[in-house]
């Protein structure tokens, strides 16, 4: 998750009102947040503001399709989506995540597809050609594989690997000697690309398939005689898909849509011409019907409600599948095409003579309506909650589009009101939220929804933003001296006791920084004659100091190293967190504005990148960590507050006199997008899973949240507060939490997920890396191994009761993904057997960096990407679960430095500090002395554990440093201490 602690942007005083999203700026004319809140209480009404309804639903952009555009489906494991252009006979491949297309050659009029995303297979049927073109989803190569006369439509069943494709248009006669042509449906064996022939009856329209049962069930829309009377059709032919061999179940006249629920065993049969709608029991094939009062086309099943959605001329109806009950919901007319997100409970219609898109909440059939570019064809990704409406282009010939919807619903509650100085802090681990009001930190546990505070011993004025270790579960606040005192304070607080130590620091802490790698927490000496960044060890309570004029703060915990941004000049200074070593580089860019001084941070430890903004020099800095080498991006606009993502390799910076987001490539070192959003955009938070970006903006009655999706760079606004100033995001949850500055701490459901019966557990495996924590898994081995447990239980969920004979469909895959981008979703392997459940899987991840991570899961229970037949995607919610990949230490070595006698000292007096190694025998000590940014070893590797302060040493701030190594070690070093002195003039 790469937890916010990590990385640090704007850097006030530890008294300032908070540490984002205000009035940082020390330049003159930017409106400092004094200005801007007394503007706002000049509004009229302003006591009576009420809190309004968040904003949900939103286009947030197109992209562009080719010519025709129509069926469309998505690989949530991928995040790809794909639309079959029937006009240009081709496939246009979407990037979910950055939005880059590719155009893929198919057969002659492309017409329907489906996906396996077991196998990362697309199949697409043409019906002009008599073929499936099957797509290799890793590289767009591409097969053709000879079906039936006018393929139609396709299903896959992902657990047996077969492909079924409904032919439309008659074979020659197989039946001799009845003359009349077969209709047939064409198996792909998905791992030869081998085929098998079914014959079915007339017009095979629609199909669909019960994984739990390896049924297929095809729609034969069938034929009328010229007499009136029926041949072969209007029927729904049964496949077993072990033996291929098919039976025949009566239905109504013209049947064009069908749809299954696995966990019922029910099959839906939507039939045009008689406007009815036949319900098959998959066991006995018996039926019931169902009378409609307008004529069906499309049907869909959300088998975690139990509810069936039909798409008739006029209005949707929904059927109840416990009790048959029907119902309609007006929406706009010629409703044409269905798409459900079972996590949601929500249902997307389109329709084939407007530019709407009508939104049904599940739950209270309410409706919504959205003007999208079309509705040929949608489909849903339930893992970034995005919607995709296809619209096929102009009768000219222009190329069509694809809407992306963003699904989000952000549902906004108040979680306390109370006097903030802070921004919200959350340990996503233990699910606290932490704000500092003056002198106390509130803590709300959002699990147990009760709030406690924690005081701060009674110290005036207001604290800093809280800093969380999610790794030792301590919390640290700083607070700047006042009223004359010498010195500030960090208080560490306990998060499990609340229990309160106070450090004592420098005049004017700011904005803290930590690695959890190290436990070793940074602390800018901000305001302070002495110019120095604190460390404090998390474990010790010791502290030592660096002289370097701190501003901007970051570290990287996967490389241990510390950015610290210096003016005057403008310069990033770059510590080694072991050795404290400096290196500094100055910051002159190419931009015709005058270079000002570092404004912002963001270190992507994935990348092993840094970037710097430097305000109004409209320059972004990019420092490769492996070189130091530093690249300036000349910006068109000012570059201030920055965020990036590391599963896009995108970063993102406020303009905010330009009232923009300026959008970079951080693999290119390019800026790909200014996104106009609002006046004075300030803080940025990013969602790396979700593909979200958040930052607030100005208008005269309230500021609002502007959303920015990453595919499309389009934006919706959300009103959730008079004067919200800062936020944090918990993508285990997918909740964002903001302060107002008028009181209260908001937080945002964004996707208002509903129960799903499907449940994720996994841990790490215990093994001889494991590192005992208490409060997450622990490892020195940067490719840890997991287990998880995966249980479906549908029969016993509200929508169906306790009933008994239900199929609870199996878990058929778990897909996992890291928060550092890596290579994406990737599938974890089965340890039980096939159709178990609960069923087991393991999973073991590439090399993955020093840090704090976050390991998310998916499991599917059927169809993951669900298909145009009918299916919703058949996938759980995410789940998430936090690691710790820690450097290893040598067994049992360890080191301390002490002297004896305590400082400061003078010049020429006698002081000897000893080294004592730990946990072996026949040490070998080296001695450095630090002074500045000057590093000089004093005393090289020997026995000799003692080293004394020279009689000739000038006076001044220096820190001894001592390595230990054992004398078959294989390192450098096995174990480092340091000890800071200072040495005055003057006698003893």
């Known amino acids: 998750m790469n937890f916010s602690p990590f990385v640090s942007t704007e850097q006030p005083t530890a008294h300032s009102q908070s540490t984002r999203g205000t009035d940082l700026r020390p330049e003159p004319g930017y409106p400092s947040l004094k200005a801007r809140v007394l503007r706002l209480l000049g509004c009229t009404a302003w006591l009576l503001w009420t809190a309004l309804p968040a904003r949900a639903q939103a286009v947030v952009g197109t992209m562009p399709a080719g010519n025709g555009a129509g069926a469309v489906a998505v690989n949530p494991a991928t995040n790809k989506i794909y639309v079959v252009n029937s006009a240009s006979d081709t496939l246009t491949v979407l990037d979910g995540a950055r939005g880059a297309g590719v155009t893929v050659a198919v057969g002659h009029q492309p017409m329907a597809l489906a996906i396996n995303p077991v196998t990362n297979r697309i199949y697409v049927a043409n019906a002009l050609d008599g073929t499936v073109t099957v797509i290799d989803g890793a590289t767009n190569a591409t097969t053709t594989v000879p079906v039936g006369v006018s393929p139609a439509a396709v299903a896959v069943n992902p657990v047996t690997n077969k492909i079924y494709v409904t032919n439309y248009g008659p074979e020659p006669p197989y039946r001799s000697p009845d003359p009349r042509p077969a209709y047939t449906v064409t198996v792909i064996d998905g791992a030869s690309n081998a085929t098998a022939t079914v014959i079915v009856e007339n017009r095979p329209r629609a199909v669909a398939l019960n994984p739990v049962t390896n049924k297929i069930y095809v729609a034969n829309f069938g034929d009328l005689d010229p007499s ?10 049964v496949i077993d898909g072990i033996s291929n061999t098919a039976s025949t179940v009566e239905v109504g006249l013209h049947p064009t849509g069908i749809a299954v629920n696995p966990v019922t065993n029910k099959i839906y049969v939507s039939n045009y011409d008689d406007q009815t709608e036949t319900v098959i029991d998959g066991a006995t094939q018996a039926t019931v019907t169902l009378a409609l009062d307008q004529r069906p086309q499309r049907v869909a099943v959300n088998p975690v409600t139990n509810k069936v959605y039909i798409a008739g001329v006029t209005a949707m109806m929904v059927i109840d599948g416990t009790t048959l009950a029907l119902a309609a919901i007006p929406v706009d007319s010629n409703p044409s095409d269905i798409a459900v997100n079972p996590l949601t409970d ?32 949608i489909a849903t990704n339930p893992i970034t909650n995005r919607i995709y409406v296809t619209h096929g282009g102009s009768s000219g010939g222009s190329g069509g589009t694809v809407s992306v919807i963003d699904g989000a619903v952000n549902l906004k509650q108040v979680l306390d009101m109370g006097s903030w100085v802070s921004a919200p802090v959350l340990n996503a681990v233990a699910n606290r939220l932490y704000v500092s009001e003056p002198g106390r930190v509130k803590v709300i546990d959002l699990r147990a929804n009760t709030t406690s505070t924690v005081s701060l011993g009674g110290f005036p004025g207001n604290p800093g933003a809280p800093l969380v270790n999610p790794v030792t579960n301590k919390i640290y606040v700083a607070h700047g001296a006042m009223n004359g005192e010498s010195g500030g304070t960090v208080a560490v607080i306990d998060g499990a006791t609340h229990a309160t130590v106070t450090v004592p620091v ?68 770059i510590l080694d967190g072991e050795s404290l070593a400096a ?39 990019v420092l490769d960590g492996a070189t130091n080498a530093l690249t300036p991006i000349v910006a068109d606009g ?65 500021n609002p949240m502007v959303v920015l999706d990453g595919m499309t760079n389009g934006t919706q606004t959300i009103d959730v507060g008079w004067y919200p100033y800062a936020l944090t995001l918990n993508p285990l949850t997918n909740q964002v939490y903001m302060v107002d500055y008028f009181g209260p701490l908001w937080s945002l459901d964004v996707d208002g997920a509903r129960p799903t019966p499907v449940a994720i557990a996994a841990s790490g495996v215990v093994d001889r890396w494991t590192v005992a924590n208490d409060n997450l898994y622990a490892t020195t081995n940067p490719s840890p191994s997991f287990k998880a447990t995966v249980t479906s239980a549908f029969s016993t969920s509200a929508a169906y009761g306790s009933a008994n004979g239900l199929s609870d469909p199996a878990p058929t895959a778990l897909y996992h993904w890291v928060d550092d ?46 298909a145009v037949s009918g299916h919703s ?53 080296r001695f450095y002395l630090h002074h500045g940014h000057d590093r000089t070893l004093v005393q090289d590797y020997s026995a000799v554990a003692t080293w004394s302060i020279p009689a000739n040493l000038e006076p001044g701030d220096y820190r001894l440093e001592v390595w230990v190594r054992t004398p078959n070690s294989t390192q450098d070093k096995d174990a480092t201490a340091n000890r800071a002195f200072l040495l005055r003039t003057g006698k003893s």
Not at 228 to 237: C, F, K, L
Not at 361 to 367: I, R, Y
């Open 506 to 573: 420098s005049g004017h802490p700011g904005a803290l920084v930590l690695n959890p790698v190290t436990n070793k927490i940074y602390i800018p000496n901000v305001g302070s004659d002495d110019n120095t960044i604190t460390v404090l060890d998390g474990a010790t309570l010791a502290t030592s100091s660096i002289l370097v004029s701190p501003g901007p703060l970051a570290v990287n915990p996967a490389t241990n190293r510390i950015y610290v941004g210096n003016s005057p000049p403008p310069a990033l200074t």
């Open 873 to 925: 995607p058949s996938l759980s919610h995410l789940q998430a679960l936090p690691f710790f990949i820690t450097q290893p230490t040598p067994p049992g070595t360890r080191v301390s430095l002490d002297p004896d006698r305590n400082g400061p000292y003078t010049v020429g007096q006698e002081v000897t500090f000893t080294a004592v190694g730990h946990g072996a025998s026949g040490y070998q000590y």
């Open 228 to 237: 009136g009377g029926r041949i072969p059709g209007h029927t729904v032919s």
């Open 583 to 621: 290196t500094t580089l100055p910051l002159t860019g190419s931009s015709p504005y005058e270079s000002t001084p570092p404004f912002a941070i963001a270190v992507s430890p994935a990348l092993n990148k840094v970037f710097v903004t430097d305000g109004r020099g409209r320059t972004l800095f």
């Open 346 to 377: 929500k249902v997307y219609v389109t329709h084939g003579t407007s530019d709407t898109l009508t939104v049904i909440d599940g739950s209270t059939q309410t409706v919504a309506t959205l003007t999208v570019g079309g509705g040929a064809g």
């Open 821 to 866: 981008g890596g290579t994406g979703w990737e599938q974890a392997t089965r340890t039980s057997a096939a159709g178990a459940n609960p069923a087991e899987f393991s999973l073991t991840l590439p090399p993955t960096g020093l840090g704090v991570h976050t390991l998310y899961l998916v499991a599917a229970y059927g169809d993951e990407g669900g």
């Open 638 to 702: 000012n570059v201030e507050s920055l965020a990036v993502n590391p599963g896009t390799d995108r970063v993102y910076a406020t303009d905010f006199f330009g009232s923009d987001l300026l959008v970079f490539d951080a693999a290119t070192h390019a800026q790909v997008a200014r996104v106009p959003v609002g006046l004075y955009p300030q803080t940025i938070a990013v969602n790396s899973v979700t593909n979200r970006i958040y930052t607030f903006v100005e208008r005269q009655s309230n």
